[in-house]
């Protein structure tokens, strides 16, 4: 069959005028006018970077994205394809695990907010699920759905932050009329109630009147297309609910600032390391951490260059899934082929193979080698001094980072 490119286009570019028209849609039905209030995953961007987590909040890149996709050029609308089937195969997930808690039986609340004002700046929280159980044992479980494309070894600090702001909130406001459930998940909803009475309309269980006996955990699902990990248990902590609200209030204090003309976005600070989330920030483009020259008119072939070496990346990132995809269903073939005739080499067409065990590689306990020094010498210092004296440093090498620009918001800096 031949291939048409010119309606192939023309259909991507429809599904990611839909995609992003109904991300819009949903984002205003579930959270509503995020401008009007701090929420918790903007206390877990402003921890790691102020400047993201205002630009959101003073209408950069407002104006949507859906109404203009069709002028954009194909590359730029693959890339914004390419993140929005990331970012709302979250929501898809979403359902999908709801209704697999909701099978087992537990009492589940998808969408839990909690509203309060902190010295008059609106803060809410949204858990995508609280479950709970009361009784003579009575315990919440709080669960934040992360989609990522790589499940991280160590969690996030934005999404630690979360959590804890998540925890903190429920716990402090228990007994306070903080509590609003949407309509869609109770019939006619839950609005302005403690969280005691909100459990009770919707399950007619019995909680405590106040939170001091009960076990508040809160966890995050980390989510690929294959994997999940949980992360936790992160416990109600007034400390860290102390540093949540003081950065909800740093980003208030500072997106007024701007509003009012004192100050520019780019005045303010940014998450000047190196974050593998950097990549995903709609407000990069003129980011002053990527501040540099324009060598577009000096050079026009570099940027064919640099677009040949991301599709050249992807192509090899799709090709080592297949790979480790076909080598895992001839492992398994393998196991079963040797488990039923006790063989070590099958063969097929030109093919020999087998799965063996190889030993794990070596490597020097640096912790346990001072420790066994130390006590051979009787010296803690002069253990380190001597592993210091022994460690190598390699030569300096070049590596090369390559970043995309976002120009979903153009920030006025």
């Avoid at 195969?89 to 907010?113: D, M, Y």
């Avoid at 996030?156 to 609003?180: D, I, R, T």
């Avoid at 999940?228 to 740093?250: E, H, W």
């Avoid at 072939?301 to 090899?316: I, M, P, S, T, W």
Wanted: proline share 4%; glycine share 8%.
């Amino acid at each position: 069959m031949q291939h048409d490119k010119k309606k192939s286009d023309a259909l991507l570019s429809l599904l990611t005028q839909g995609l992003l028209a109904y991300s819009e849609k949903e984002t205003a039905r579930q959270l509503g006018d995020r401008s009007l209030y701090i929420g918790m995953s903007d206390i877990g961007k402003g921890m790691e970077c102020l400047r993201s987590a205002v630009a959101s909040k003073i209408g950069v890149g407002s104006k949507s994205m859906a109404d203009t996709i069709s002028a954009l050029p194909l590359t730029e609308i693959a890339q914004i394809l390419g993140r929005q089937i990331i970012l709302q195969r979250g929501h898809w997930q979403e359902t999908g695990i709801e209704n697999a808690l909701t099978a087992t039986g537990v009492k589940l609340i998808p969408q839990l907010e909690i509203s309060i004002y902190v010295n008059g700046i609106p803060i809410k929280a949204h858990l995508d699920f609280t479950i709970v159980w009361g009784g003579q044992k009575p315990a919440v479980r709080i669960i934040e759905l992360k989609s990522n494309e790589h499940i991280p070894d160590i969690l996030y600090a934005s999404y630690e932050a979360q959590l804890y702001g998540q925890a903190g909130l429920l716990k402090a406001c228990w007994n306070k009329p903080c509590f609003s459930v949407p309509d869609e998940y109770n019939g006619e909803g839950v609005t302005g109630v403690t969280f005691p009475q909100a459990i009770h309309q919707m399950f007619g269980v019995e909680l405590p009147a106040l939170p001091g006996g009960v076990d508040i955990e809160a966890w995050v699902l980390s989510i690929s297309m294959s994997t999940v990990k949980p992360f936790g248990p992160y416990k109600p902590d007034q400390s860290m609910l102390t540093a949540c609200l003081r950065i909800a209030k740093n980003i208030w204090i500072a997106k007024e600032e701007i509003l009012a003309g004192n100050k520019k976005l780019n005045d303010l600070n940014y998450c000047y390391g190196f974050h593998p989330l950097c990549d995903w920030c709609d407000f990069n483009e003129n980011c002053p951490k990527f501040q540099g020259k324009d060598i577009t008119d000096l050079d026009p072939q570099c940027g064919v260059e640099l677009n040949e070496l991301a599709k050249l990346k992807e192509q090899r990132n799709a090709l080592n899934k297949k790979i480790t995809a076909a080598e895992n269903r001839i492992r398994k073939t393998y196991h079963l082929a040797n488990q039923t005739n006790r063989v070590t080499w099958l063969t097929a067409d030109d093919f020999r193979f087998k799965v063996s065990t190889v030993a794990g590689r070596k490597t020097l306990d640096r912790e346990v080698l001072a420790k066994e020094i130390s006590a051979v010498l009787g010296d803690e210092d002069m253990a380190q001094s001597i592993l210091k004296r022994s460690e190598k440093v390699g030569k300096p090498f070049e590596r090369l980072f390559v970043s995309k620009i976002n120009k979903i918001a153009s920030a006025a800096a």
